[in-house]
């Protein structure tokens, strides 16, 4: 009898050892592909931060070269000449439309959206990586869609302006305004219209550029973790 209770007890523990050995193996297992599927991960977020860096670079610049019209009618407002205007270089819009015109920042944050609602970021175990991730692609990004919304608001106030007060400039073609582009640059409400959108663009750019900042940031961090694993 004490045999067969011998052998049942070896037996139970020689069962209860491959259970806990299988769960074991399991779990290691699981590990791994987590693991391997972090650094898939860090590696794409990576690959689409090198890609918003350079489209925020490109857009930062394109909006202080488009603002070329804007500081020199600032610059000189009482001393403009409109016929020196006319032909200025305006980044491929007419002089008026650069003037009014706001600029929309979509980064590209596909690969980030995929592996956000597919649940690959939050395996990410570095608390102080995701922290920074979550900043640079969710935080930082709405500050300025909301500047820029605060831009697309004063294009809207702007453009009623000029439709109402100097409706002869909505036309792209200037080369017979003369009269109405002096008007147009000795109208004191059209100055601070001018002055609010030079802050506001300057503030855009500047926030664009902070955000770069982060991007590189996090692009060493994320080297940084690479490297351990």
Partial sequence: MKNILARGGIEFIAVLLGISGSLWVDDYRLELANQEKTIHTLESLKNELEKIKDYEEYRAQKIENDSHALHFILENWGRNNPDSLINMETGNRDLIL?????????????????????????????????????????????????AVGNQKDLYRRFNEYIIKNHPLLINTDLKNKHKELVDFLSDPIIFGFLSEQKGMRGFIVFIIENHIEYIKDLIDSIDTNLEKT
């Fill in 98 to 146: 650069s003037l009014k015109a706001y600029f929309a920042v979509h980064p590209p944050m596909a690969i980030y959206n995929s592996l956000n609602n597919d649940g690959s970021i939050g395996l990410i175990d570095n608390l102080e990586l995701k922290e920074k991730i979550n900043v640079v692609f969710q935080i930082r990004p709405d500050h300025i869609s909301e």
